[in-house]
Protein backbone atom coordinates (compact mmCIF):
# COMPACT_ATOMS: atom_id res chain seq x y z
CA UNK A 1 0.00 0.00 0.00
CA UNK A 2 1.30 3.50 -0.80
CA UNK A 3 0.17 6.50 0.72
CA UNK A 4 -2.48 7.84 -1.99
CA UNK A 5 -3.99 4.01 -1.17
CA UNK A 6 -3.86 4.93 2.42
CA UNK A 7 -5.61 8.11 1.83
CA UNK A 8 -7.72 6.66 -0.48
CA UNK A 9 -8.60 3.91 2.61
CA UNK A 10 -8.69 6.02 4.95
CA UNK A 11 -11.19 8.44 3.49
CA UNK A 12 -13.39 5.93 2.38
CA UNK A 13 -13.72 4.18 5.49
CA UNK A 14 -13.74 7.39 8.39
CA UNK A 15 -14.06 10.96 8.56
CA UNK A 16 -10.66 11.52 9.98
CA UNK A 17 -9.63 13.30 6.38
CA UNK A 18 -12.58 15.40 6.31
CA UNK A 19 -12.40 16.96 10.01
CA UNK A 20 -8.71 17.33 9.39
CA UNK A 21 -9.43 19.05 6.49
CA UNK A 22 -11.90 20.64 8.18
CA UNK A 23 -10.12 22.33 10.74
CA UNK A 24 -7.15 22.80 8.85
CA UNK A 25 -9.25 24.96 6.19
CA UNK A 26 -10.82 26.89 9.47
CA UNK A 27 -7.63 27.71 10.78
CA UNK A 28 -6.37 28.91 7.33
CA UNK A 29 -9.53 30.94 6.84
CA UNK A 30 -9.13 32.53 10.16
CA UNK A 31 -5.44 33.58 9.55
CA UNK A 32 -6.73 35.04 5.74
CA UNK A 33 -9.04 37.38 7.31
CA UNK A 34 -5.87 38.69 9.32
CA UNK A 35 -4.27 39.42 6.61
CA UNK A 36 -4.31 42.83 4.96
CA UNK A 37 -7.29 43.07 2.16
CA UNK A 38 -4.06 43.61 -0.42
CA UNK A 39 -2.37 39.60 0.73
CA UNK A 40 -5.11 37.98 1.37
CA UNK A 41 -5.06 34.63 -0.44
CA UNK A 42 -7.41 33.40 -2.92
CA UNK A 43 -9.43 29.69 -2.08
CA UNK A 44 -7.50 27.75 -4.45
CA UNK A 45 -4.41 28.93 -2.42
CA UNK A 46 -5.97 27.99 0.88
CA UNK A 47 -7.09 24.44 -0.45
CA UNK A 48 -3.59 24.09 -1.78
CA UNK A 49 -2.77 24.55 1.53
CA UNK A 50 -5.22 22.37 2.87
CA UNK A 51 -4.05 19.48 0.47
CA UNK A 52 -0.55 20.41 1.58
CA UNK A 53 -1.02 19.73 5.27
CA UNK A 54 -3.41 16.82 4.28
CA UNK A 55 -0.55 15.41 2.41
CA UNK A 56 1.65 15.96 5.13
CA UNK A 57 -0.62 14.08 8.13
CA UNK A 58 -1.27 11.29 5.56
CA UNK A 59 3.21 10.81 5.03
CA UNK A 60 3.19 11.09 9.03
CA UNK A 61 0.40 8.11 9.51
CA UNK A 62 2.20 6.21 6.88
CA UNK A 63 5.20 6.03 8.52
CA UNK A 64 3.91 4.95 11.65
CA UNK A 65 1.48 2.39 10.31
CA UNK A 66 4.75 1.04 7.81
CA UNK A 67 6.75 0.47 10.99
CA UNK A 68 4.02 -1.08 13.07
CA UNK A 69 3.29 -3.37 9.62
CA UNK A 70 6.46 -4.14 9.00
CA UNK A 71 6.09 -3.46 5.42
CA UNK A 72 8.37 -3.00 2.70
CA UNK A 73 7.07 -2.84 -1.10
CA UNK A 74 5.97 -6.12 -1.76
CA UNK A 75 3.73 -6.12 1.77
CA UNK A 76 0.25 -7.08 0.34
CA UNK A 77 -2.67 -4.62 0.90
CA UNK A 78 -4.53 -7.18 2.89
CA UNK A 79 -1.92 -7.01 5.47
CA UNK A 80 -2.33 -3.49 5.63
CA UNK A 81 -5.95 -3.60 6.31
CA UNK A 82 -5.42 -6.41 8.61
CA UNK A 83 -3.13 -4.45 11.04
CA UNK A 84 -5.57 -1.20 10.61
CA UNK A 85 -8.59 -3.21 11.10
CA UNK A 86 -7.05 -5.30 14.28
CA UNK A 87 -5.27 -2.80 16.05
CA UNK A 88 -8.70 -0.24 15.34
CA UNK A 89 -6.41 2.33 13.62
CA UNK A 90 -9.06 4.26 12.34
CA UNK A 91 -11.17 5.11 15.13
CA UNK A 92 -7.85 5.69 17.16
CA UNK A 93 -7.16 8.25 13.96
CA UNK A 94 -10.71 9.82 14.08
CA UNK A 95 -10.74 10.48 17.80
CA UNK A 96 -6.94 11.93 17.62
CA UNK A 97 -7.91 14.24 14.79
CA UNK A 98 -11.24 15.52 16.56
CA UNK A 99 -9.59 15.99 19.78
CA UNK A 100 -6.39 17.85 17.55
CA UNK A 101 -6.54 21.91 17.70
CA UNK A 102 -4.57 23.32 14.82
CA UNK A 103 -2.76 26.19 15.05
CA UNK A 104 -3.52 27.15 18.44
CA UNK A 105 -1.09 29.33 19.74
Not at 5 to 16: C, M, P, R
Request: proline share 1%.
Amino acid sequence: MNKNELLEYIDNNSTAITIFKDKVRAEQEAKNKKRQSAKRWNEAKIERTVDKYTDDFIGNVYDKLYKGVKANRNTPRDKWIEFIETNEILDSLEESVSMMEIGED
